[in-house]
């Protein structure tokens, strides 16, 4: 992508409708834009991260055996009446009614609807035990949205959910979730840890959250807990089952409620706690899996032929992770962006290096500056890890 | 994938709720299950054909030169005022109201937000044109829901909207964009037309429809037309832009209306058109590029070790495109249910083939069958299109 069409305005001063460090950054970086209170635009920065998030949780919710659903964001009242919950939970809950006044609430949660699947679509202990999920976008009326997408109103969510014959049965899929939400939360680089949670409103009896660190340990974001809650894991039990009616035919020919786990991971506040995670006063610095682009090919002067075309070479070979910074700006200009954005490689092209057929390679962490011969820029790039 | 454990729950007789091929169909193969009128749950299959399309979708509009961002459901009031469609759009659009009385609607379409959104982030004419898109679950009231989720009440879109400083840039962009769109329905493989079309709600000066062939002509379903509308390019101007204050800065520092496009794919109903094009007495016949899974492993006695081994070892090698019928039920009854799902090659393991060390390779479309030796199985069909 090249900067000079890129949309992706950024600001140079903090907005003061921001008060935490992800949220400033995400819209300083151009990667968000407020619609409302708790309801953003994701821009083609912020869209980016997002997808990375999210394909690494595809990934290991497939590889650990999950299949992918999707349900609806109209819920029918009827539904959550069979769970006792379209009383019990109150105005964080939109409720919105059709045409025809038939009341129906925007999904904040699926466990209503995916028992009712399940009880649907799965009859026999054969088909047991199965796990499904879904990436998709949540509605919850917060009465008080802040920190940008860390707490707002729309927002995506993977939840899955598991079905079983038993106690066993649920015991071991909750740990081979255990297991590919720690896979997941190593591959995104991120420093986290696993709490023992009460269960809230879901219910069950016993269920572990995901904090990412926030060294940052702002007392608001974090409650005192200095992490960031961004997986939710729950063994359910009965609890939907139960009071839906979702059973199947055991070996017995008899029918037995399903025992269920349920499973969250907070898409959207990955981002944020990411950026909460790893960011200075000059900007972003992303954990390489989860930034927008992985590299920025910086002209020092986008006007310089020789520098341009060097620089065009190497962005094209670098392919779809790449950025290239051809806008006709002062360097130190079109530096202090990518820093602020929080591309993890600069390969800056100027005229000193190229007399030597050199580039200069610079990591946004580290500070850590080579030169590299311009026919192993691209190879030296893609080693970086 | 592993028959045994897909959530795919098949049907053997119509469901009386369908009256169109698709509906019944998408209903039958298990892909889908009503949630409430116009409120579909996507299983499995269903979501994997989803997939499919919105693949495809997204890699040739990336490939155009457009970028991805996501804009909310949840669109305010206010700025549905500022156009004057909260008050004309009628009772298509679904309306809420948060804890604190606030209105928004359930976005149908993006035109309001996305006009808001260049009017902040694109400043000056360097920046135009610029293209945008997003990949969406959009909500619409119909007043009669019918057909599944080819007119449906929640269902996914892709949305584009161009902003330009002249007619000129605009028609550019139209024709890139109305070639993306063949790009897009040729990769596909379906049978489409492109129509004049008048511009409705929209607005606009000049548009086209594409239409995919019924060859089933069902009269409601084509109001006669024969054709069902999968994609809409429509040149805006500055309807938008010009009420809600959408300007750039020209060469003379002057302050101009941007001049828009948009364009639309309807993702879920191109899952429905595909079916409706393709069909048989048996079930749903895919385009190979659409299709949930490209190959179905069948061994013919799943409890036979030597042809669930061999059935075993080109499912494993043939990788996620794979299905393995690996179920214990007669082999007539396994593979009604691979060609009602409309698997587009079957790979039969079978005593008679095994003492000749072959497998049947058969074709959903053609019904073309080959004996193929064990060790070709895998080439042979990778290299069916």
Redesign the interface.
């Known amino acids: 992508?090249r900067m000079?069409?890129?949309?992706a305005?950024t600001l140079r001063e903090d907005p003061a409708e921001a008060e935490v460090a992800s949220h400033k950054l995400m819209l300083r970086a151009?990667m968000i834009?407020k619609?409302?209170?708790g309801?953003?635009?994701?821009?083609?920065l912020?869209?980016?991260a997002?997808?990375k998030v999210t394909q690494i949780v595809r990934e290991e919710m497939l590889n650990s055996?999950a299949?992918?659903?999707?349900?609806?964001?109209?819920?029918?009242k009827e539904?959550w009446e069979e769970s006792g919950r379209w009383g019990e939970y109150g105005?964080e809950l939109?409720?919105?009614s059709?045409?025809h006044e038939?009341e129906?609430c925007?999904g904040p949660t699926h466990e209503e609807?995916i028992t009712?699947?399940a009880r649907?679509?799965?009859?026999s202990y054969?088909?047991l035990p199965?796990t499904?999920f879904q990436i998709q976008?949540k509605?919850r009326?917060e009465?008080r949205p802040r920190f940008g997408v860390m707490r707002s109103?729309?927002f995506i969510m993977k939840d899955a959910y598991s079905f079983h014959t038993s106690e066993a049965s649920l015991d071991e899929e909750y740990k081979n979730m255990r297991a590919a939400y720690s896979r997941i939360f190593d591959r995104m680089g991120l420093n986290y840890c696993i709490q023992d949670a009460d269960s809230g409103l879901m219910g069950g009896k016993f269920s572990e959250e995901f904090h990412v660190i926030a060294d940052s340990g702002e007392e608001e974001l974090a409650n005192g807990k200095r992490g960031i809650e961004v997986g939710h894991i729950f063994k359910l039990g009965t609890k939907y089952s139960a009071k839906m009616n979702c059973v199947y035919i055991d070996e017995e020919n008899k029918e037995q409620p399903m025992i269920m786990g349920c499973y969250g991971i907070g898409i959207s506040r990955i981002v944020a706690a990411a950026i909460e995670q790893g960011h200075d006063k000059d900007g972003i610095i992303w954990p390489t899996a989860l930034a927008p682009f992985k590299v920025a090919v910086v002209p020092v002067d986008s006007k310089d032929k020789e520098q341009l075309e060097t620089a065009e070479k190497i962005y094209r070979e670098l392919g779809s992770e790449a950025l290239l910074d051809d806008r006709d700006l002062r360097i130190g200009v079109k530096l202090k962006d990518i820093d602020l954005i929080g591309i993890p490689v600069k390969v800056i092209v100027g005229p000193k290096g190229l007399k030597e057929g050199k580039v200069e390679v610079k990591l946004r962490k580290s500070g850590e500056l080579s030169m590299v011969p311009i026919n192993e820029a691209v190879n030296h790039v893609r080693n970086i890890r």
Chains 1, 2 share one sequence.
């Open positions: 992508m000079s069409r890129l949309v305005p151009g834009r619609v409302a209170a309801v953003y635009n994701l821009l083609p912020g869209f980016r997002i997808t055996g299949q992918e659903v999707l349900m609806p964001t109209l819920l029918p539904i105005k939109f409720r919105i059709d045409r038939h129906f925007l609807i009712s699947l649907d679509a799965v009859k054969q088909k199965v499904l976008t509605f009326d009465i109103r729309e």
